[in-house]
């Protein structure tokens, strides 16, 4: 199955390539499931396998594409190719180095390139890779960030901290793995982080749902 090129007729919307370069990943975060679902980080494809030959978009769904060095190759072998790419699961900041910046900034992207911020802790490592992608050329305003919301208050200040970087964050509800649904102040935050008129215009404190 994982080697079977997906028959896209199915879905004539859909316009870009899907599939996995690599799976796994090599941290344990306790809110995620991977780890349980893919193991260890390990190869599992190419680009060239991936991509459509009526499309130069490929969408990868790797969970921590920089922490496995097929992952990085990979990324490398795109420069000067006729492709667009978008790691839509996000890549971890704590692998952004001067070299990966460099690689990064010289890749043709459809829209956003992603990291992720879900706790606190990444907040100085999140400013630093993205100011290691600003050094290589990457805009702030051009760089997504995942936030995961559990505690309300906290994830408030780092949505606030990373609007002081310039660059987009985008809030997630946890959700158990029993499919428990979020609070409503969890989706209160989401909604007014992810709706651009409201996050640029109120105050969280002043926001209703």
Not at 80 to 109: C, F, H, Y
Not at 166 to 178: E, L, M, S, T, W
Request: a positive charge; one cysteine or more.
């Amino acid at each position: 199955v994982e080697y079977s090129f997906p028959d896209y007729s199915i879905y004539p919307k859909v316009r870009f390539a899907v599939g996995f370069l690599t799976r796994g990943c090599v941290r344990k975060c306790p809110w995620c499931v991977v780890p349980k679902k893919e193991g260890w980080i390990h190869a599992v494809n190419t680009w060239q396998n991936i991509k459509r030959p009526d499309s130069r978009d490929i969408v990868f769904l790797d969970n921590n594409i920089l922490a496995h060095e097929h992952g990085i190759s990979q990324l490398e072998s795109m420069i000067g190719q006729n492709v667009r790419i978008d790691v839509n699961q996000a890549m971890d900041a704590r692998l952004v180095t001067p070299e990966i910046a460099q690689i990064l900034s010289k890749l043709k992207w459809i829209n956003y390139l992603r990291l992720a911020c879900d706790t606190s802790a990444m907040i100085p490592i999140v400013r630093q890779a993205v100011s290691y992608l600003s050094e290589a050329g990457v805009k702030p305003y051009k760089i997504f960030v995942y936030s995961l919301i559990q505690d309300v208050d906290e994830a408030h200040k780092r949505i606030v901290e990373l609007d002081k970087m310039g660059v987009q964050p985008f809030a997630q509800p946890y959700r158990d793995f029993n499919g428990g649904e979020p609070t409503h102040e969890q989706k209160r935050l989401a909604r007014w982080c992810n709706m651009r008129a409201t996050h640029k215009t109120i105050p969280f404190e002043k926001y209703k749902y």
